[in-house]
């Protein structure tokens, strides 16, 4: 039927469609034909395909829904906390370390399913409404309505409104949040409460359709909380929040421990029912991943992921793994791996030349690494987007092409002639061919080899190279690697700093190298610009970790963000791939395509396991 604002369409589901167009459930309407706006609303959205679970369902499916609730459990995070506000760029949050078991002090979303830790486990880019009843938006996609669950409230009984909703956006953007929240909402004009239950959110531009998708993932916080409190200086300020946990207690920097909310005002609701069930999670924190793994075999810790694949190869060898008290298991996942990498600093001007970057890269020996200390559990990254089908493979097909064929001038002929691959030796720790190549590349780029040192040409300074890492167990990874720089003249080192130092100087981009893991998902998005795109290059606390300034790696995120469908998302992402690798702005590391994991033989787990996370949330305690 007509309205003010134009005309509904009636759909129970709406399938694959233009530019990132959002598959909806629930939505509403009446002529299709009409020339007016029309106007959708839906309780579930997905980025190119239809959301897997329909309206009424009762569960996820990899979930118990039966699974009883009780005990308390301790798990081991790595690192330090020094703030309970997980937003901003000041300070390092416990969710850093605690995010991978699904239990977190975070506040809710307005939609599950759309954040990076990925609450939806068993598909990707869906999202299903939570302290939002359904939203609304017009076919071009310049607005969204958020209509405010009536049963959606705080744990200080507070009901949440579109009023909580509109200052959470407004703390987001201001200087004290971390710059990630200003790139994924950049393109929001402005957030408008129409009434106590009704929010909408004006779009600078038209066909935002995915710009939909993260508006879900925005955390939701109290506004009568943050009217009386400074959000930028709050480290041990709690705040009320609204999720299945509240914080019971906590020592920054030491523990953290959360209680389950047992009036939880979403505890039956299809979403959460079956997850969340141990009355009581206490996560300690740790400065040496040693000191933990033995906290663990003693019993006081409960859970273990390991990390180190020689300690996965030769560390379990204890009487409570013989014995069956503890069970040790890998299991196999699709998720798609995170871009652990070296990143090379391309603001020192050392780094600019490519060929110097392409130097450093080709005298990276994975296979003696993987041989000699990962006792060959891993695979060699050579993609941004490990474990996924996001990755350039080969040569740039047709669709590549063109998006590629614009740039040609600007790109190295080698990307259109030859598959990308990083040298692959024999792991017997010989790289002489790499050695050879490695020199021929740095005396183009106007480095000399003088009095076994490798200097500037041009100014005679010499070249020296700081790994910067956080982790005292990683240095022995990193020492073949050093050794052959050493053996090109490169005065390289490494320099381990804890955790709070090296967010610290990441956020202001001192360091040469480090080695950083930025997360990924099954479908890229937005976020791709806040770790490649020019404009985040000098912004403090980006994720542009290398500084890359690019205008073809710009346009390929734009085609990222234009995709209209799977297959234009896959083309996209290959593309801005093979561009990033061609100019060795990182050098990619290793992946697994499994779970390490150990715990202590008391939990109960559900039949069906999660394929697109852990799902630790979703165990129980015997």
């Not at 996965?312 to 298991?329: E, H, I, M, Q, T």
């Not at 791996?337 to 600093?345: L, V, W």
């Not at 994975?366 to 060699?380: L, P, S, T």
Request: charge should be positive; aromatic fraction near 14%.
């Amino acid at each position: 039927m007509p309205t003010k604002s134009g005309a509904y369409r009636k759909h129970s589901w709406l399938l694959q469609g233009l530019a990132g167009l959002l598959i909806l459930i629930a939505a509403v309407g009446a002529n299709p034909m009409s020339a007016q706006t029309v106007i959708t609303r839906t309780s579930a959205l997905s980025l190119y395909d239809s959301p897997k679970y329909r309206p009424g369902f009762r569960h996820f499916d990899y979930v118990n829904p039966d699974a009883p609730k009780g005990g308390k459990i301790t798990l081991p995070a790595l690192g330090s906390f020094d703030t309970l506000n997980p937003y901003l760029l000041k300070g390092v949050s416990a969710m850093e370390s605690i995010a991978v078991y699904g239990i977190s002090e975070m506040n809710e979303p307005l939609m599950i399913g759309t954040s990076w830790y990925q609450k939806s486990g068993d598909e990707p880019q869906s999202a299903y409404c939570l302290i939002c009843s359904e939203l609304e938006f017009p076919d071009d996609f310049t607005w969204v309505i958020f209509h405010i669950n009536p049963q959606a409230r705080f744990h200080n009984g507070e009901q949440i409104t579109a009023h909580d909703v509109a200052r959470s956006f407004e703390l987001l953007q201001s200087d004290a949040a971390n710059p990630l929240y200003k790139n994924l909402y950049g393109n929001v004009r402005a957030a408008e409460v129409l009434d106590n239950r009704r929010v909408k959110f004006h779009f600078r531009q038209p066909d935002n359709r995915s710009l939909i998708l993260r508006l879900g993932e925005l955390p939701v916080m109290s506004k009568k909380h943050w009217d009386n409190h400074d959000f930028g200086n709050s480290s041990g300020t709690r705040q009320p929040l609204s999720g299945p946990y509240r914080i019971k207690d906590f020592k920054l920097g030491s523990y953290l421990v959360l209680e389950r909310v047992t009036d939880f005002w979403a505890k039956d609701h299809p979403l959460y029912r079956g997850q969340h069930n141990f009355n009581e999670v206490k996560f300690e924190f740790f400065r040496d991943r040693t000191v933990a793994f033995e906290a663990f075999k003693s019993g006081r810790l409960d859970f273990w992921i390991e990390y180190v694949a020689k300690n996965w190869a030769y560390a379990y060898d204890f009487p409570a793994v013989n014995s069956g008290l503890v069970v040790k298991r890998a299991i196999p996942h699709q998720i798609p791996s995170g871009t652990q990498a070296f990143f090379i600093n391309n603001r020192r001007d050392k780094f600019k030349d490519v060929r110097t970057r392409k130097a450093i890269s080709i005298l990276f020996d994975f296979a003696w690494i993987n041989r000699n200390i990962f006792a060959g559990a891993y695979r060699r990254s050579q993609t941004h987007y490990p474990n996924s089908v996001m990755g350039a493979q080969g040569l740039p097909g047709e669709a590549e092409l063109k998006l590629l064929e614009p740039w040609r001038s600007r790109l190295p002929a080698e990307l259109f002639e030859t598959p990308f691959s990083f040298p692959e030796y024999d792991g017997s720790g010989n790289v002489r061919p790499g050695l050879k190549q490695a020199f021929a590349l740095l005396k183009q780029a106007g480095w000399e080899f003088r009095q076994k040192k490798l200097v500037n040409s041009s100014s005679g300074q010499p070249f020296s190279l700081e790994l910067m890492i956080d982790s005292p167990s990683f240095q022995r990874v990193l020492l073949p690697y050093v050794k052959n720089l050493q053996k090109v003249g490169i005065d390289a080192s490494i320099r381990i700093v804890d955790s709070t130092q090296l967010k610290a100087r990441l956020d202001v981009f001192d360091f040469d190298m480090a080695v950083y893991v930025l997360p990924q998902t099954a479908t890229p998005g937005q976020e791709q610009r806040l770790y490649f795109h020019s404009s985040q290059a000098k912004v403090k606390g980006s994720r542009n970790l290398s500084g890359i300034e690019d205008p073809v790696v710009d346009a390929m995120l734009d085609k990222i963000g234009q995709a209209g469908s799977l297959h234009e998302l896959i083309t996209a992402s290959r593309a801005l791939d093979r561009v990033l690798l061609w100019n060795y702005y990182t050098i990619p590391q290793w992946y697994l395509d499994y779970h390490r994991i150990a715990y202590w033989n008391h939990f109960g787990q559900p039949e069906q396991p999660a394929r697109l996370n852990l799902a630790f949330q979703t165990w129980w305690k015997q």
